[in-house]
């Protein structure tokens, strides 16, 4: 039987996974967290097969919960399953050691199908991540990375880099704590990096700050 973590802050999409889930045979939904600081809880007593995770949600967002899993337990299968598109995130979430990714739009069928291909230790690649993955390996890296940033995302970029946080930037900016993430999260998978020091240390390598 495979044990599946459903990990996503809203109660009507998790609740129609177990829906999906509870006509399966062989997976079963073990458990569920809102956020996450309770996956990681979760995570820490229980040992799951599959961990399903989504991407935007309150406090941590799941590429830095996705960081934290696999310091934590480098063998966890991680499903992300997103409402964001596959050529914002799933290369990120990847490189971050997801074993798949599926967008909210994808059927139930794909989603049994990646559980059971991410629970047998596989990857699970649709045909457009396959091609961003390729694509990736093909960039010859001459254009520098901040010029591939949109007007809000390199804004976003240039506040972190002088230190704000990310409530500061929400204040400044009139943007909610969560929308903030997002796009810090977004600045983090287009540039390749993994946390603030990194982008930090670009900025400033690069005279992008003062």
């Known amino acids: 039987m495979i044990k599946v973590l459903i990990v996503d802050d809203h109660r009507l ?37 599959v961990i399903i995770l989504d991407i ?4 941590k967002n799941g590429i830095e919960v996705l960081d934290e899993l696999k310091k934590e337990k480098p ?14 995130y799933a290369l990120r979430a990847m490189k971050s050691g997801a074993a798949g990714y599926l967008t909210k739009e994808s059927t139930p ?21 396959a091609e961003h993955l390729a694509l990736a390996v ?18 976003i970029f240039c506040m972190i880099a002088k230190g704000k ?10 943007l909610s704590s969560k929308t903030v993430s997002t796009y810090r999260a977004r600045v983090l ?8 020091s990194e982008l930090i240390y670009y900025a ?4 992008l700050v003062v």
């Open 189 to 196: 998978q287009k540039m390749g990096m993994k946390n603030n």
């Open 109 to 129: 069928a794909e989603l049994i199908d990646a559980i059971h291909r991410v629970a047998a230790g596989k990857r699970y690649l649709t045909p457009a991540i």
């Open 56 to 59: 935007s949600m309150a406090g």
């Open 13 to 49: 999409l998790r609740e129609g996974l177990k829906k999906i889930l509870a006509e399966t045979r062989d997976i079963v939904v073990a458990g569920e967290a809102n956020d996450g600081h309770e996956a990681l809880q979760e995570t820490r007593k229980t040992d799951y097969d």
């Open 75 to 88: 063998k966890s299968q991680v499903l992300i399953v997103s409402m964001h598109p596959e050529e914002q």
């Open 165 to 174: 946080t990310v409530s500061g930037i929400a204040t400044d900016l009139i």
């Open 138 to 155: 093909q960039t010859d890296g001459s254009k520098p990375l901040h010029e591939e940033l949109s007007n809000r995302e390199y804004q």
């Open 204 to 207: 400033v390598k690069n005279d």
